[in-house]
């Protein structure tokens, strides 16, 4: 069986996070491993507190877990504090960590900051070099270049200006995009477009469910071109299914593969 490792913060609500990242590496067959980096106090209505663990405390969990167990591929959500983003960079050298796929998470739906300025910086400049995709919405997108996306141009404008920071594969996101989602895939010598239409209304996780649907179609063969198409069509289904099961935004039903 095919082996992930996602690292990133609780959520509660399960809408988003390492709970998220658990619910769509099973439906897709892919066994998955977590490291935390940060706890969050949130609902469906409010953000309210983030606690982040030491890094003495992430080293640890890598340290006895990849010596027990090597995954196929990993994936970055919230790093939070510049000791997680630190000790993703530390493991990732130490253990030779394979297909590294960084979804760069800034903001929460509901507004609250995911991440200090000084572990952005630091995802930016040395982590980034070491991945093997980034999947990165249009504000992320946007934070990472200090470019503004307001046509279909600045996609392609703003995706080589990440691939040049030295990862090898370039999603942008599209889901903040007019009424259409165009979500672009750059590899270094290709621009590829996969389009969708818009659906209305506010959604816990999207990201989330995106890059760890990317990470679990890559563990199993997908090139990333196919795995960005499937992971588009399996959050569709997983929005198309949402529910709003607290008193605010809706959250996301996996569906089963």
Not at 17 to 27: E, S, T
């Amino acid at each position: 069986m095919k082996v992930a490792l996602t690292i990133g913060a609780s959520d509660p609500t399960s809408g988003a996070g390492i709970q998220m990242d658990l619910k769509v590496f099973h439906a897709l067959n892919v066994y998955g491993l977590t490291v935390i980096t940060a706890v969050t106090a949130q609902s469906t209505q409010e953000f309210s507190s983030v606690y982040p663990l030491s890094g003495e405390t992430i080293m640890k969990q890598f340290e006895i877990l990849i010596k027990d167990i090597k995954p196929h591929a990993a994936k970055t959500g919230m790093l939070y504090s510049k000791e997680a983003v630190q000790c993703v960079i530390d493991s990732v050298k130490k253990f030779n960590l394979q297909n590294l796929v960084i979804d760069p998470v800034i903001n929460a739906t509901l507004g609250a900051k995911l991440i200090e300025d000084d572990a952005f910086k630091l995802l930016k400049e040395e982590l980034v070099p070491l991945s093997t995709a980034i999947t990165a919405n249009i504000p992320e997108a946007e934070f990472l270049t200090s470019t503004k996306i307001e046509k279909i141009d600045d996609f392609y404008k703003v995706a080589q200006k990440i691939y040049q920071m030295g990862t090898k594969t370039v999603i942008i996101k599209g889901g903040h995009f007019d009424n259409t989602v165009p979500d672009m895939l750059y590899d270094g010598k290709n621009f590829y477009k996969a389009e969708g239409e818009k659906i209305s209304g506010q959604f816990h996780g999207t990201g989330c469910a995106f890059s760890s649907a990317f990470v679990s179609f890559i563990c199993h063969g997908y090139k990333p071109v196919e795995a960005l198409k499937a992971s588009k069509n399996f959050v569709k289904r997983s929005i198309e299914k949402s529910l709003k099961i607290g008193h605010g935004i809706k959250l996301l039903i996996i569906p089963k593969e």
